[in-house]
């Protein structure tokens, strides 16, 4: 942000009166801590001036956990014992890591194999939460060391910010890292929504907004829809591997060819890779850029390379985004010009090949005057200093997310109740009630399903528990209410009561690790292809319900006290009567609503009436001083 920050006297509140919070993007390629100062959002940056810290963590021989830069120089030279992009392991079993076999780590897998997948370091057995710990912890400190200085003081809380596609499993476990570094995680926050925020997005007039997230080894688009300060993620697509390192690897690849280097080493592999990319970021900037390196063997590349030469060798590159983003509109059922406005992230879509294509694709400019490396982390800090109760109550706005996939149980037949429909604000708690299916049944499974669909088979399993010791009690006596709560992070737990005996059972739902990518996308992709029939349906359903019920109902009525009614008036009721139950096995809801309506209106002086001589009757030979 080019904005110089004043801070004048008396406009900022005593550090007593206000609570710290801060935002952490923690990032596959580079993490960022944020806070706001004087009313604006500002990165804390290292103690070197650097924003940016690479999420790389180093296990050295000497017992040091190095982080950052200095983990990022040592990557070449001791690769086993430093971990790189430690996200994509986050909540996964093994087998989810796409290619274990050419990493360079060795992984081992959870207990059974269920649990999440481990890196054995010569510090010992590591999990990627502990490896994000570190992470999370050197963030920590640098913000208390900017915020605090030397004085001492205490972080109120964080927000950290997640893919919007991450499971229960990604999002436990980047809490509990959260929680390992020290942090007072109030809230997890999607990464897209973080963005929009950070433009003030929420604020905004309500809409669609795209965020297009290029990093640096992976591509996330999201579709959002913004109503009343509220974030939705309608859709959600990408390429979990493509990202700015594919364009540093193409221009090492072009390079070679124009210098005719024999094959290299792979630390001199490294170094040509690591000059790409600062070859390619010059170019985003400049015209043409010097690609100068000394290898081991005494060879000296020296090639200028043009902006032209990059974005042509680069082209396929950028054309990959393309489709996803083109994806995802269609899953959200919208056109590129129902888009509002296109949110840039990650440091590669600096690249103007890449605005240039996203601004053609959605046919307008995208909104890119904020670093795009840094608006998550921005936008988490506006939300975390929200969250912390620092905002005026002028500003007072809505600290609302919603649940990606409705959270249901299974019943009868292997269909899924939902409870928790999706797209509830969270955090949600709500309960249903349940029954036993046979006499003298004396447990129940609860089964806790994810996902739009019908049918349990279509929806993913997360947990199952028993509620034991129910009474014996005829079929459908048992009371068992179910209840659902999604705390604000998203993170689910279920309990199960028998209202007459007290029993009750729970679960906090451990999430069954390694959910892959494909699953994810398949998912969403399968609720947004029936989200419409299935919504139409549950809607056509409970008006011929009630339709039913209204028919029942009058035509009672009418038999009970029919002569209350003139002529007239019984013709009318009687055509809105006929009208409806014409509709009402039809399949058109909103006439069958609408029919509804004109009973209810066609009948409020008849339930008067009705009502009237009930009173009098109930009164009927009674002293009134004794009503
Ligand atoms: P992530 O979200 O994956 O942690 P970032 O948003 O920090 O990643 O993006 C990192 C990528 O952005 C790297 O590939 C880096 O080279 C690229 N990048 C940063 N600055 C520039 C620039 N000026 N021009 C082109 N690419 C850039
Ligand atoms: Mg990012």
Redesign the pocket.
């Known amino acids: 942000m080019a904005l110089l920050q004043i801070s004048e006297p008396g406009e900022s509140p005593a550090p007593h009166q206000r609570r710290v919070a801060i935002g952490i993007d923690l990032?596959?390629?580079?993490?960022l801590v944020a806070t706001v100062r004087n009313s604006i959002a500002v990165v804390l940056n290292d103690e070197e001036g650097h924003p940016?810290l690479p999420?790389i963590v180093r296990y050295g021989a000497d017992g040091n956990v190095a982080v950052g830069y200095e983990a990022q120089a040592q990557q070449a030279s001791d690769p086993k014992n430093t971990i790189v992009s430690v996200k994509r392991f986050m909540g996964r079993g093994l087998k989810d890591v796409a290619h274990a076999e050419n990493s360079p780590y060795d992984f081992i897998d959870g207990p059974n194999g269920a649990g999440m997948v481990q890196m054995r370091t010569r510090a010992g057995v590591k999990s990627p939460v502990e490896v994000s710990g570190e992470i999370l912890r050197v963030l920590r400190l640098r913000a208390e060391a900017a915020l605090f200085g030397s004085d001492g003081g205490e972080l109120y809380g964080a927000v950290i910010t997640v893919p919007a596609y991450f499971d229960d499993a990604q999002r436990q476990a980047t809490k509990d890292a959260a929680k390992l570094a020290g942090l007072n995680v109030m809230r997890l926050l999607n990464e897209p929504t973080a963005a929009a925020i950070a433009y003030g997005l929420d604020n905004a007039a309500e809409g669609i907004y795209a965020v297009f997230?290029l990093?640096?080894?992976?591509f996330d688009i999201s579709i959002l829809r913004l109503t009343k300060g509220v974030f939705e993620v309608l859709a959600t697509g990408g390429d979990s591997a493509l990202?700015?390192?594919d364009?540093?690897h193409r221009l090492f690849c072009w390079v070679l060819e124009q210098a005719r280097v024999p094959p290299l080493s792979d630390g001199d592999t490294r170094v040509m890779l690591i000059k790409a990319?600062q070859v390619?970021?010059d170019l985003?900037?400049h015209a043409e850029a010097r690609f100068n390196a000394k290898l081991s063997t005494g060879q000296v590349v020296d090639v200028m390379v043009t902006q032209r030469d990059f974005w042509d060798m680069t082209r396929h590159l950028v054309a990959k985004t393309l489709a996803p983003a083109k994806k995802a509109l269609r899953d959200a059922g919208l056109t590129p010009a129902e888009v509002k406005g296109v949110v840039m992230?990650?440091?590669?879509t600096?690249?103007l090949h890449v605005q240039r294509a996203v601004a053609e694709l959605f046919g307008q400019a995208p909104l890119n005057n904020l670093d795009?490396?840094k608006v998550v982390a921005l936008g988490a800090a506006i939300q975390a200093n929200a969250l912390a109760g620092n905002r005026s109550s002028e500003e007072d706005w809505l600290l609302l997310d919603v649940i990606p996939l409705s959270l249901g149980i299974e019943t009868m037949g292997g269909l899924v109740e939902k409870i928790i429909p999706r797209n509830s604000t969270i955090p949600v708690a709500k309960a249903q009630e349940f029954t036993t299916f046979k006499d003298g049944q004396t447990a129940m499974a609860v089964h806790v399903v994810q996902g739009e669909r019908e049918l349990v088979s279509d929806c993913r399993s997360l947990a199952r528990f028993e509620l034991r010791d129910i009474p014996p009690f005829a079929a459908g006596a048992a009371r068992i209410r179910v209840t659902f709560q999604v705390d604000a992070d998203g993170l689910l737990s279920v309990s199960a009561k028998e209202m007459t005996s007290g029993i009750e059972a729970a679960v906090a739902v451990k999430p069954s690790y390694g959910l892959a990518d494909s699953d994810i996308t398949r998912m969403l992709k399968d609720s947004f292809e029936h989200a419409r029939d299935d919504v139409h349906v549950r809607a056509l359903r409970e008006q011929q319900v009630e339709g039913e019920r209204m028919l029942e109902a009058v035509n009672a009525a009418l038999s009970a006290d029919g002569d209350l009614l003139s002529a007239d008036e019984r013709s009318a009721i009687d055509a809105e009567l006929a009208s409806l139950k014409g509709l009402v096995s039809g399949r058109d809801h909103r006439a069958i609503k609408s029919a509804i309506e004109h009973i209810n209106h066609a009948t409020e002086n008849f339930a008067a009436r009705r009502m009237d001589r009930s009173v009098k009757q109930a009164l009927a030979g009674k002293n009134i001083a004794n009503v």
């Open positions: 990032g596959t390629t580079n993490s940016l999420s997230d990093g640096g080894g992976t990202g700015g390192d364009f540093d990319r390619k970021e985003t900037l992230v990650g440091g590669a600096r690249m795009p490396d």
